[in-house]
C-alpha cells in the first residue's frame, strides 16, 4: 500500500493523501484581485489528485505585494474576486483541501514579473517604495527599503489578521504564513536584513519577535478550527545568517503558540546564497525540525517523481510532501503517481472515463456502466 497516498491530518484538517500542491505565484493578477486565469489554474490543480492545493502568496497590502501582479486579499474587492477561484475549485473537486498562503513581501516588493527579469522596479514605472526591518536593499544599488516604524509594524500585524479573518470568510480550510524567501517576516528572522537596534533586532528572542506576534494574532483572531501553518527557509545558506538551529528555536516557539504545520523551504534572503541545488536537498532540513519539534512537516524542493516522494514518505523524513514546478508541467501528476505506485485516489465523475484500462482500479469513486 502506498504511503504516499494514505491519509494525513494537518491537527483537525484531514487530508485525502500526503501529496500537496504549493503555493505558486503565478504574477496575472489586476490590483491584487484574481482573475479568470486563476479560476481556470486553480480549478485545474484541484483535480490534479493532490489532498490539498495551496493558493499562490496572497498579499495582505499594496505595498507587500512582490509584483503589480500579486494576488491581494486586503478589501472587499479582492476578496469577492478570490472567491470565485476558492468556490471554482470547490465546484471540481469537493474533496480537495484548499489552503491559502498569506505574505508581505517586505523589501522584495515592487519588482516586475520573473518573464521581464524580476529586478526592481522604478517609482516612476510601476513601482513603489517598500518596507523592511531594516533599511537595506537586497541587492546593492536597488532603492532601500523604509525602516518599518513602531506604527508600521502594528499596521503590518494587523493587516495579517484582516487578510486571515477574510479567508476564514472565504470558506478556506487552513491558512499558512509566508515567512521564507526572504520577505518580511524572514527579514525580521534573519541577521542578514534585520539590523535594528529595538526591540526587535539583535538577539535571536527580539528578531523572532514580530513574527511571532503577527503568528499570535492570527491565531487569536482565527476560528481554532481552522489550523495555522507557517512555511520558512531552514537557513540563508550564507555564513552569519539564518540557520537550521535558529529555526528549530523558532518552530519550537511557533508550537507554544498553537502552529499546526511547517513547510521546509530555504534561501532567498540575499543574492550571496550557496545552495547546493539536487533533487530533494531541502529534505534533510525539513527532517530535522520534524525530528526536533514533534511538529506535522511538509517537504518541498526538486521533488518531481513518484517513487522519490514514496520513498520520503515511507521513510518519515516528513509527513507530507509539496510538489510545484512539476504540478504546473503535469497538472495530472497526482494521478499518474497514484498508477504508478499502485493507489487509488477520488477524482471529478466526468473525468472518470479517462482512466486506460490498465489502471481501471485508479479512481476509487467512480461508478461503471454509464451509456
Known amino acids: 500500500m502506498s504511503t504516499l497516498f494514505s491519509a494525513h491530518h494537518l491537527g483537525s484538517l484531514a487530508l485525502a493523501n500526503r501529496l500537496v500542491v504549493s503555493p505558486m505565484c503565478q504574477y496575472v493578477g489586476e490590483d491584487g484581485k484574481a482573475t479568470a486565469w486563476h479560476v481556470a489554474h486553480l480549478g485545474s490543480l484541484a483535480a490534479s489528485g493532490a489532498g490539498a492545493v495551496f493558493i499562490e502568496a496572497t498579499a495582505v497590502e499594496p505595498v507587500g505585494r512582490i ?3 500579486d494576488l491581494g486579499l486586503w478589501d472587499d474587492i479582492t476578496e469577492a474576486a478570490l472567491g ?5 475549485m470547490r465546484v471540481v473537486s469537493p474533496q480537495t483541501r484548499v489552503i491559502l498562503q498569506l505574505s508581505h513581501a517586505g523589501r522584495k516588493a515592487s519588482s516586475a514579473e520573473p518573464w521581464l527579469g524580476g529586478q526592481q522596479l522604478p517609482l516612476d514605472a510601476r513601482g513603489w517604495v517598500t518596507v523592511a526591518p531594516s533599511a537595506l536593499p537586497q541587492i546593492e544599488g536597488e532603492q532601500a527599503p523604509q525602516a518599518l516604524t513602531l506604527d508600521g509594524l502594528a499596521r503590518v500585524r494587523e493587516a495579517f489578521v484582516a487578510a486571515a479573518l477574510r479567508a476564514v470568510r472565504l470558506g478556506v480550510d487552513g491558512i499558512e504564513l509566508h515567512g521564507a524567501h526572504g520577505y518580511l517576516l524572514h527579514e525580521f528572522l534573519s541577521p542578514i536584513s534585520n539590523r535594528r537596534d529595538d526591540a526587535y533586532g539583535g538577539t535571536l528572542e527580539n528578531r523572532m519577535r514580530f513574527p511571532l506576534e503577527v503568528f499570535s494574532a492570527m491565531r487569536a483572531s482565527v476560528p481554532e478550527q481552522v489550523p495555522l501553518g507557517i512555511k520558512v527557509s531552514a537557513t540563508d545558506w550564507v555564513e552569519g545568517g539564518w540557520d537550521l538551529a535558529q529555526t528549530i528555536e523558532f518552530a519550537q516557539a511557533l508550537k507554544l503558540r498553537g502552529l499546526t504545520w511547517i513547510t521546509v523551504s530555504s534561501g532567498g534572503i540575499s543574492p550571496k546564497q550557496a545552495i547546493p541545488v539536487a533533487p530533494g536537498y531541502q529534505i534533510p ?11 506535522s512537516t511538509i517537504g518541498v524542493g526538486l521533488i518531481t517523481e513518484p517513487q522519490q516522494a514514496e520513498d520520503i514518505i515511507a521513510a518519515g523524513r516528513v509527513d507530507v510532501v509539496a510538489l510545484a514546478r512539476a504540478m504546473l508541467y503535469n497538472p495530472r501528476w497526482g494521478w499518474h503517481a497514484a498508477a504508478a505506485l499502485g493507489a487509488s485516489i477520488d477524482a471529478p465523475p466526468s473525468y472518470w472515463r479517462a482512466v486506460p484500462a490498465q489502471h481501471a482500479q485508479l479512481f476509487r469513486n467512480s461508478r461503471h456502466g454509464a451509456r
Open 67 to 69: 509584483t503589480p501582479g
Open 84 to 88: 470565485r477561484a476558492v468556490e471554482a
Open 285 to 295: 532540513l525539513a527532517q530535522a525540525i520534524k525530528d526536533a519539534t514533534g511538529l
